[in-house]
């Protein structure tokens, strides 16, 4: 069931998440200092891609918090909008559900990406 779920995510939404997670990565890498928060961004597109099965444990410290902070106010934001707003629209129909709470994971992911860990 996982892997038909992944399939259907990545056709009907998953490909467009992950690039945005892709594009905020090459962006934060154009850097020295944005290289570690480009990495992270790489991993979590990823999960973006392919969301079913996986699981996110959030920690942290203060390396975490600092660049959290810087994030949310570079890239969080749109990031995590635009996972709302597809969340919202798959929400509306029943079928649609599963793929909303997997956009509204991503959204909350792409508020707090680091010290998450996806398992």
Known sequence: MRFIGNVLWFI?????SGLG????????????FGIPIGLQCFKLAGLS???????VRYGGGTFSFIANVIWLIIS???????????GIIWCI???GIPF??????????AL???GAEVI
Do not use: H, Y
């Open 12 to 16: 009907f939404g998953g490909l467009e």
């Open 21 to 32: 997670w892709l594009i905020a990565g090459c962006i934060w890498c154009i850097t020295v």
């Open 49 to 55: 891609f392919w969301p079913f099965g996986k699981e």
């Open 76 to 86: 969080g934001l749109p990031l995590a909008l635009l996972n709302a707003v597809f």
């Open 93 to 95: 129909t029943i079928v």
């Open 100 to 109: 909303g709470k997997q956009f509204f994971k991503i959204a909350k992911l």
């Open 112 to 114: 707090m990406p680091f």
